[in-house]
């Protein structure tokens, strides 16, 4: 079945950094865009950034560009979010998350706060 297992959340003082990894399993990984989505406290989902399935395109929410950089290790069926100049708008739970044959998958998530 398919997996989706976030990690790297933490605590981080405003302009620090931060790396958050998903380790996929249960699917032919390198055929599937990939997506980081974010949830803060009291709010609804935001989506952050995705990435197409060899890599080569990515995209981001206009208030992470320049700051977020989404990768991805096909062979190690990885997906990465490394975040630069953390905020504290930037404090939210982080979930990777993927569309396979019409269903939502969703890991878990990370908890990533930014506060001094």
């Known amino acids: 079945q398919v997996q989706l297992v976030e990690s790297g959340g933490g605590l981080v003082q405003p302009g620090g950094s931060l790396s958050l990894s998903c380790a996929a399993s249960?699917?032919?990984?390198?055929?599937?865009?990939m997506n980081w989505v974010r949830q803060a406290p009291g709010k609804g989902l935001e989506w952050v950034s995705s990435?197409?399935?060899?890599?080569?395109?990515?995209y981001y929410t206009d208030s992470v560009k320049g700051r977020f950089t989404i990768s991805r290790d096909n062979a190690r069926n990885t997906l990465y979010l490394k975040m630069n100049s953390l905020k504290s708008e930037d404090t939210a739970v982080y979930l990777c998350?993927?569309?396979?044959?019409?269903?939502?998958?969703w890991g878990k998530g990370t908890l990533v706060t930014v506060s001094s």
């Open positions: 998350h993927s569309l396979k044959a019409g269903i939502d998958y």
């Open positions: 249960g699917f032919t990984f390198s055929s599937y865009y």
């Open positions: 990435i197409d399935n060899d890599g080569s395109n990515t």
